[in-house]
Nanobody, 125 residues
Framework: QVQLVESGGGSVQAGGSLRLSCVAS????????MGWFRQASGKEREGLAS???????WYAESLSGRFTISQDNDKNTLYLQGSSLKPEDTAMYYC???????????????????WGQGTQVTVSS
């Protein structure tokens, strides 16, 4: 069974922190690339961070160092740690996987084959 399941979303005050988790099942648990994306209401889905199976990471410059992507291979889990959250961080957050291909992990949505259902993050002021 191939599945990505996100969790950890919720409501948080501006300046607060959240850690999102994504559990990968089946073939995608050993993916070449995994990434975090978000989509605010009425906006396009944007890439935030990615990580390859060797632990190399990439980040969108717009995050300004407020997010960290990591993985626990033993638990088949991807994480996104967010801090100093702002109201503009309010969005549905998705994890994604690309099981095969090269080890450079794009932040473009079309580079990924599998997607979770998302977890909502709401940051209030």
């Amino acid at each position: 069974q191939v599945q990505l399941v996100e969790s950890g979303g919720g409501s948080v005050q501006a300046g607060g922190s959240l850690r999102l988790s994504c559990v990968a099942s089946g073939y995608i648990r050993n993916s070449e690339c995994m990434g975090w994306f978000r989509q605010a209401s009425g906006k396009e889905r944007e890439g935030l961070a990615s990580i390859n199976k060797y632990g190399t990471t990439w980040y969108a410059e717009s995050l300004s160092g407020r997010f960290t992507i990591s993985q626990d291979n033993d638990k088949n889990t991807l994480y996104l740690q967010g801090s100093s959250l702002k109201p503009e961080d309010t969005a549905m957050y998705y994890c994604a996987a690309r099981p095969a291909g090269g080890s450079f992990c794009s932040l473009g949505t079309t580079a990924y084959n599998y997607w979770g259902q998302g977890t909502q993050v709401t940051v209030s002021s």
